[in-house]
């Protein structure tokens, strides 16, 4: 049987000491089945955002072992920094990619949450898919005010956690715990100077404009490339295809004579995003990812270890 | 330092007893970093074709060491099938997939065909990008006559093997190695039954008929869905991408009104032919393979080894 692939991308707030960062991803380049793609820390932000992929085992037990490593290091009574946050592990979300459903990711966050107020004993909320109060789904919802607020709303039934007593642990605070999409930046550069353009292409692609559900976007002038640019994320690409977000834009643009210069896919992208696509424009039918042989031979690979 | 990837395709000449077949394909199954992906034995053909991709190194000890299985059961003056063959290891192509040049598969390949002389003592003819004459590129060629032919015309300096004395190995006859591109099955299915047509534009999108160089077709008549089909193989999407394919049947095709219904890819397609065709569809400027979350597991995975 295949083996699900999930992505994990912690979020710690610590973005300066570069020892305290050494020390938090070290569980993730010792912890087997557990594979680190990238870890960024931000000194303005003063937050630590890693990447992880793998097995949900593997990567539960890699980032409760940071958590724990983290939550030594970090006091969030004196931490400052220009990022939201409300505790010393702020977000953790679980993003499904192969072989696991968004209800399974939401199990897992779940359990996984349960196990880390059980073990580091600091409270936990559950938000997007894995939230258990409908306006919890929205991170800012939770994170409301920061710490400094929350230290003191968290005994106000509205702000109790979802997991651990109605009060934050006294330095590592609380943290957001979930399941969510994963997220493609997506960017179209038009041939043109006019911004009111982008912006106007913008609002019709986006969500809140009436256009895709799975689509947030901008528009924003390139002033060195003297172009304009719809910059987007697309938070479902099942539901939303990207080639359908690229053609609707190149359809909107003709409304002005206006052209598309290129595009920009920013970040990682899975590879069913853009078989999607490669499977409209070449119109295959009947397509099987295990045909392309690098897929394959992760799945070969996958199911020995 | 990302780990070569090749894909390897030996062809043995037993498709009709199980036990034989399951004994050639077990060392693909035991040697460590050798991937089995497929084996298909067809009695007609008395032919076993076996895929397998890994690092160059395990994919050589397997291979010879199924090779020598493959001549303690076989022996080629008893051999009967409808493939054309001249040993019971008829031919074994190395193909480059990532990190690793054509100019190294031909290395690789010359390298295994003194091994596999040295300790099985078959003489090897190289073939395609790996020939040392160039007639023997093309291995119809190299089989002319096939094994009851060869065994007399072997003395003919101008048939000579590559490697070893002027004659064949008593039973085992000889083997053809080599290195080749990539092949991929590519058909384009035409909203009409006009066969005509089909053969037509096969005409003109192979190389034979002055189109792409790497492409070989022919037309069709897909009697059951009533369309007909360009059948082609891409024999180097490096240079003629599947996209540029497409486009100039489609083209082709609206000489007569006619449109495109679908395409299939049929068999395995290396990532970097799908990508090829997403990036200029989706017009993406700069796209990094490694941004693909899968290919980036798999280069960590092959890392870890």
Redesign the interface.
């Known amino acids: 049987m295949a083996k699900q692939?999930i992505?994990c991308v912690p979020n710690f707030s610590e973005g300066r000491r570069k020892d305290v960062i050494e020390a938090i991803v070290e569980p993730f380049k010792k912890q087997k089945g557990c594979?680190?793609?990238d870890y960024r820390a931000d000194e303005d932000h003063n937050r630590l955002v890693v990447s992880l992929?793998?097995e949900p085992q593997p990567i539960c037990d890699a980032v409760l072992e940071a958590s724990r490593i983290a939550m030594q290091h970090i006091d969030m009574n004196t931490h400052q920094g220009a990022h939201p946050r409300i505790g010393a592990i702020d977000v953790i979300p679980f993003t499904p990619?192969?072989n696991i459903t968004m209800e399974e990711c939401v199990e897992l966050a779940r359990k996984f949450g349960e196990r880390y107020y059980n073990e580091l004993k600091i409270p936990v909320y559950y938000y997007e898919e894995a939230a258990l109060r409908p306006e919890r789904t929205r991170l800012e919802v939770i994170r409301k005010g920061q710490y400094e607020a929350l230290k003191e709303e968290v005994t106000n039934p509205e702000r109790h956690p979802d997991v651990g007593e109605p009060k934050l642990h006294p330095t590592a605070g609380a943290t957001v715990i979930g399941a969510r999409k994963f997220l493609i930046a997506f960017n179209v550069?038009l041939n043109t100077t006019d911004v009111n353009i982008a912006k106007t292409i913008a609002k019709r692609v986006r969500a809140s404009g009436g256009g895709f559900t799975a689509v947030k976007g901008i528009g924003l002038a390139l002033e060195e490339k003297g172009l304009v640019q719809v910059s987007m994320n697309i938070v479902d690409y099942d539901k939303t295809a990207?080639?359908r977000v690229?053609e609707f834009i190149r359809m909107e643009a003709a409304r002005w004579g206006v052209t598309?210069?290129?595009?920009?896919?920013y970040?990682?992208?899975?590879?069913a995003a853009?078989?999607q696509?490669?499977e409209y424009?070449?119109?295959?039918?009947?397509?099987d990812p295990s045909?392309?042989?690098?897929?394959?031979?992760?799945e070969?690979?996958?199911e020995e270890d």
Do not use: H
Not at 260 to 265: F, H, K, L, M
Not at 267 to 271: D, Q, R, T, Y
Not at 291 to 298: F, I, T
């Open positions: 692939l992505e594979y680190l793609f992929a793998g990619i192969s550069n990207i080639y690229l598309i210069n290129g595009t920009e896919v970040g990682m992208i899975p590879a853009l078989i696509s490669a424009y070449l119109q295959i039918d009947d397509f045909q392309v042989l690098e897929l394959k031979l992760l070969l690979m996958r």
